[in-house]
């Protein structure tokens, strides 16, 4: 199986990790949950344990976390059209 390098994506992507809250949820508990997020990451002891494990941080709000889940997602696609042995 050739690997992401040899079929042109690079020696690899990014791989996000997110929050998911279901759809309709109250918009006061949205709020808070994305301010705790947000204070999460942009928190000193959690940088610093990312930075020890090799971890890039970005922290994106909900409409900026989905523009980059749709993009990784067109990357995966491509990668998987190339590689006809992931589509069993």
Excluded: H, W
Aim: overall charge negative.
């Amino acid at each position: 199986m050739p690997t992401t390098e040899e079929l042109g994506f690079g020696a690899g992507f990014p791989t996000p990790f997110g929050v998911f809250a279901p759809k309709g949820l109250q918009p006061e508990v949205l709020l808070r949950l994305r301010k705790a997020c947000m204070e999460t990451v942009n928190s000193a002891g959690f940088g610093e344990t990312m930075t020890k494990s090799g971890q890039t941080i970005r922290y994106l709000d909900g409409p900026g976390f989905e523009t980059s889940m749709e993009q990784v997602s067109r990357v995966i696609g491509d990668l998987v059209a190339k590689m006809p042995e992931l589509r069993n």
